[in-house]
């Protein structure tokens, strides 16, 4: 069983078949599904280091992805009634959303906070490609700067 699951990670981890896992895996993390996509960002990267620059992009681009998708489910939620809608902590951080705008999509990569911080852009019908802009830089800078920082302090051993 061990050398299936060993065999099954070293194909999904091969270039024709990593990035592509590593999309998935990083718009499916963007969701609202608590699943990271930095693990398998470091893997693909540890196997394979010439991809770096190719790696961090696909992984932004799913997350951003996933991110809009959030945003959407977010507009959509708006013609739901919210049953804690009338919670103080509910209106100061709606005022603070409003008050930021498309700019509090920066802070989309935060653990916990920042999938449903998308959504809530959408309920709140910030703009869409505003907010999608910010989510793109925010999360392409995690995952550069993330990734460089694990791989400085773990470094291939070749």
């Known amino acids: 069983m061990q050398d299936w ?38 893997g693909l990267l540890r196997l394979n280091p010439d991809l770096f620059w190719s790696a961090i992009f696909v992984a932004s681009v799913g997350n951003t992805l996933g991110g809009a998708v959030d945003w959407w489910m977010g507009y959509g939620a708006h013609q739901v009634v919210d049953k804690y809608g009338r919670s103080r902590a509910h209106t100061k951080a709606i005022d603070w959303l409003r008050r930021l705008g498309p700019r509090a999509c920066l802070l989309a990569w935060l653990p916990v906070v920042g999938d449903p911080l ?20 925010g999360k392409f800078l995690r995952y550069l700067l993330m990734t460089a920082a694990l791989l400085y302090v773990f470094p291939a051993t070749r």
Request: net charge neutral; hydrophobic share 60%; glycine share 6%.
């Open 118 to 137: 998308c959504a809530v852009a959408g309920w709140l019908r910030l703009p869409f490609w505003p907010c999608v802009a910010y989510m793109a830089i």
């Open 5 to 42: 699951f060993d065999s099954l990670l070293v194909l999904l981890a091969l270039p024709r078949f990593g990035l592509s896992t590593l999309f998935v895996a990083a718009f499916i993390s963007a969701t609202l599904v608590p699943v990271g996509s930095e693990p398998a960002l470091y």
